[in-house]
């Protein structure tokens, strides 16, 4: 076998990305099911069951950026012209291929959404302030509060609306799965072009694709996460999204490359020097993720306002 025949070879999961494959499902499907079955069958209660749901959100919108980040890292590769990544971009591009798988788990969410069963997201149809306060009595300082809530929930009602949030739901799966289809595919049929057109056109898009996926995964976790409060304003959690999503990009590219190596893979073209390059970037965005979580932090803090505190 030549060197580069080796090399190649070296470069393919072969039968392990397969395998990998099956003993990720199994235990994703396991867990999911077990998890549904504890909070409708043996809990039971109306609480058990948005306890569930907030449960499950919270795990999707910890699996959506381990699939995002590394789409924001093969992009932006290509922006700079980056060389020493070549190796491990692969790595990156074939993990953001999962977004449409991602993109799929998080339809549940449209239960909770559109269900009158279970409150998760307060503004939604169905759950306003009025119906909750009908359904108990409040004492005083409850209802003032309630109606505080409302007042200030009320001003976002043309954006936070069940319809507007599926349109927008659906644009962002359309762009992470348009991105990241077009970034792989470009990248393989670089094995085999003859010139460097396949690289030009990933460098000509990825300076809009940068703009893209800013906007689309910040408005998401408006969404999906800050919405949950509609009261709260903040302008830093998108931030703090972007830089958690970049870097759990470097350590999910570290340990499949530590993974794929174990078992034989990836064993020539990635060394030493690519672990420290990633290490050093992964350190400085996890050092810019604090910076931006004790920013804002540290502003509700000083500031004191009460309908921002419980933050």
Known sequence: MSDKSQVLADCQAGALAPRTARIGLIFGVLGLALGAAWAYLVQGDQGAKTQFWYAYLAAFFWALPIGLGPMLFTVIMHLFGAYWSVSVRRLAEVTQSALPVLCLLGLPLLYPLLSH????????????????????PLQLGERLQQE????????????????????????????????????????????????????????????????????????????????????????????????????????????????????????????????????????????????????????????????????
């Not at 997201?121 to 009025?130: D, F, L, Y």
């Open 117 to 136: 069963d279970v409150v998760v997201w307060r503004w939604a149809e169905g759950h306003s302030v009025e119906a909750a306060a009908a359904a108990e």
């Open 148 to 311: 505080e809530h409302h007042e200030l929930g009320a001003h976002k009602l043309p954006y936070l609306n069940v319809t507007f949030l599926l349109i927008r739901f659906l644009v962002y799966g359309l762009i992470w799965w348009r991105l990241s289809s077009y970034y792989l595919r470009m990248s393989v049929k670089q094995d085999t072009a003859e010139g460097f057109e396949p690289t030009r056109r990933m460098r000509k898009w990825s300076a809009p694709s940068v703009i893209l996926f800013a906007l689309t995964i910040t408005f998401a976790a408006f969404d999906l996460l800050m919405s949950l409060d509609e009261t709260w304003f903040s302008t830093m959690f998108g931030v703090n999204i972007f830089a958690g999503a970049f870097m759990s990009a470097f350590a999910w590219v570290i340990v499949s490359a530590k993974y794929l190596q174990a078992n034989g893979r990836m064993t020539q073209v990635v060394n030493t020097e690519h672990y420290h390059d990633l290490g050093k970037m992964m350190f400085a965005f996890i050092c810019f993720w604090a910076y931006t979580a004790f920013s804002q932090f540290m502003i509700i803090w000083y500031a004191n306002m009460p309908e921002e505190t419980h933050w």
